[in-house]
């Protein structure tokens, strides 16, 4: 399944507590488990005013319906070409 590289603008959300990011994250999942088993949310990355996030699923636009269903910004989706990492060079 496609892979996808989500970036949400978001000022102050590193400033955010525990209470609120876990908020976040059950809006997120609640939303997930309405739309089915076809998008999958792999992991995020909070910086201090945006979140980076890893999805897994068809297409942009159902990432799209899921921003928009759960509130959240999706100001760029880049599907994921290539995984590298150090042992590339190898």
């Not at 603008?9 to 999942?29: H, I, T, Y």
Request: hydrophobic letters at 35%.
């Amino acid at each position: 399944m496609p892979q996808f590289v989500i970036e949400r603008d978001m000022p102050g959300v590193g400033g955010l507590g525990d209470q609120e990011l876990k908020g976040a994250s059950e809006k997120s999942c609640s939303v997930l488990r309405d739309l089915g088993p076809e998008i999958q949310w792999v992991h995020s990355y909070v910086t201090d005013d945006k979140i980076y996030c890893i999805y897994r699923a068809p297409s942009a636009e159902l990432i799209e319906k899921h921003a928009r269903d759960a509130g959240f910004p999706a100001n760029s989706i880049a599907q994921v070409r290539a995984v590298i990492d150090p042992t590339t060079a190898e």
